[in-house]
């Protein structure tokens, strides 16, 4: 199986691929790490970080679905970080032809919503991910799910921006997002994870309740499908 974590621009998508990868591995999943993300820095936090659960091939390569994937232990959960989709399309693109399940992280902010439906340049992912459907072997786009992170316990925004994906805007006229009920908290622990132990409660409540949500609705099969 192929997890792909995906964000229109810096949303924390390195951070949730490292910890959700944390977190399958602790629940009992043989997990592997991909870095599609020129910046390289998962791969990084796995050089530095003694309790990161895999290694981490660095895969940052628009021929991604015919060079990278063909190699993957397919008896595992393999989870792939990438960059910028609005920078990166051709890498994206790519990773979106074969990817199983689409994470999407979004923080509950005016900018960054802003840059999911209405890009200063490039395609709109929602789009990126529809267009997609021509290049697999289903002809259907993957499984998608929006991931709210960076979200402000106390504030509004978060139920406020949950409703516009869910809704497709204000009008209904833009992409409907199918949002988690799981939010990462605004957290420090969670800010300076990137690099860091893996192993502090405050990094793995919200990715095992992540991990408890993909299985209960039947996007994450149970550890014992894999070998
Ligand atoms: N849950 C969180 N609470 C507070 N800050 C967070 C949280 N998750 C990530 N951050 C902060 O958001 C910033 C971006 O995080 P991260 O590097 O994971 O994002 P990214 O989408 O991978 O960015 P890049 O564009 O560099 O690939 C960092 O400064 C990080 O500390
Ligand atoms: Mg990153």
Redesign the pocket.
């Known amino acids: 199986m192929l997890i792909a974590s995906l964000?229109p621009?810096?949303?924390?998508?390195?951070?949730?691929?490292g910890l959700l990868t944390y977190a399958l591995h602790r629940a009992g999943y043989p997990v592997a790490a991909y870095d599609a993300?020129e910046?390289l820095?998962l791969a990084a936090w796995q050089r530095k970080a003694p309790d990161f659960p895999c290694e981490v091939v660095e895969a940052d390569h628009p021929a991604f679905a015919e060079t990278v994937y063909p190699g993957m232990d397919h008896g595992r959960v393999n989870v792939v970080?990438t960059?910028?989709a609005e920078n990166h399309p051709d890498i994206v693109d790519s990773v979106l032809e074969v990817a199983d399940l689409v994470i999407l992280?979004i923080s509950p902010t005016e900018p960054d919503y802003n840059r999911l439906t209405k890009p200063e340049r490039g395609a709109p992912l929602a789009k990126m991910i529809k267009r997609s459907g021509a290049l697999r072997d289903s002809g259907r786009p993957p499984v998608t799910v929006a991931l709210l992170?960076?979200?402000n316990a106390s504030s509004s925004k978060p139920t406020e921006y949950a409703e516009l994906l869910r809704n497709g805007g204000t009008d209904g006229a833009l992409p409907k997002w199918d949002v988690l009920s799981t939010r990462?908290?605004?957290?420090?622990g969670?800010?300076?994870?990137?690099g860091s132990p893996c192993d502090r409660r405050d990094r793995k409540a919200?990715y095992d309740a992540l991990v408890t949500e993909l299985r209960d609705r039947g996007l994450l099969p149970g550890p014992e499908t894999f070998r």
Not at 10 to 16: A, F, K, L, V
Not at 184 to 188: D, E, M, Q, T, Y
């Open positions: 964000k621009r810096t949303m924390g998508g390195t951070t949730n691929t993300d910046s820095q970080d960059g910028h992280t992170n960076r979200c990462i908290p605004l957290h420090v969670i800010a300076n994870a990137v919200p």
